[in-house]
């Protein structure tokens, strides 16, 4: 079974600080990392993906994986209330895609 | 914008009765997909489609089926609802934007309540 974890949080940050989310994944076939971005009662939206070992940077969001321990994670800077949401990581296994349940990050103003 | 759509937004039905669920997208992906939202489980999935009458099944297929007849539809149905199929529907399609690396995009969602 393909699993992929995440710390549920919830997590809060204050505004302008760095949020830092976290992911696990089991199967080492996996192709491509992702994280989305869910406000409550929206679909879910993606921010960013990666594929190759190291960071990837996207305007505030930064992407790492490092696929011999397994791990991904979203460092998201200068956080804003509006980035108050449930984060989702999944990869991608063959034609699937597999998810964590998420963590819930607010930012307090 | 992927263009997906999915019709009703939102249902009540009854147990027992048969339910059908629609996603259309615009954009001629050949993948679709088919996920479910629950608390504690997050989204997991039922069935995908990799062509027109080509579907797969996922995660937690029992109790649905699925038909893609042509490449923008994608259509969902719980044989006989039950109130463990109470949940947020959602559906995606995959594309390659970037490099070869395929994306997954969702549609709005179908909330869907069996009582």
């Known amino acids: 079974q393909k699993e992929v974890e995440q710390n549920s949080g919830p997590l809060s940050v204050p505004e302008g600080a760095i949020a830092s989310l976290n992911c696990t994944y089991s199967?080492?076939?996996?192709?491509?990392f992702f994280w989305y971005r869910q406000y409550s009662g929206k679909s879910p939206e993606l921010i960013m993906f990666i594929y190759s070992n190291g960071d990837k940077e996207d305007g505030r969001f930064t992407a790492q994986l490092n696929k011999a321990s397994q791990y991904v994670s979203l460092l998201i800077r200068d956080s804003q209330p509006s980035d108050s949401a449930t984060y989702l990581c999944?990869?991608?296994?063959?034609?699937?895609?597999?998810f964590g349940t998420g963590t819930s990050l607010t930012v307090i103003p | 914008d992927a263009g997906i759509t999915q019709s009703p937004r939102h249902k009540v039905t009854e147990t027992g009765t048969p339910v059908t669920l629609r996603c259309h997208q615009t954009e001629n992906h050949r993948y679709m997909y088919w996920y479910r939202q629950d608390p504690g489980h997050g989204l997991r999935l039922i069935h995908y489609?990799?062509?027109?009458?080509?579907?797969d099944k996922g995660e937690v297929s029992d109790g649905y089926s699925v038909s893609r007849s042509k490449t923008e539809d994608f259509l969902l149905t719980l044989e006989s609802a039950t109130s463990s199929q109470t949940s947020v529907y959602f559906c995606a399609i995959s594309a390659t934007r970037d490099r070869g690396v395929y994306e997954q995009y969702f549609g709005p969602g179908t909330r869907l309540t069996v009582t």
């Open positions: 199967d080492r076939g996996s192709q491509s």
């Open positions: 999944a990869v991608r296994t063959g034609n699937q895609f597999y």
């Open positions: 489609s990799y062509g027109v009458k080509d579907t």
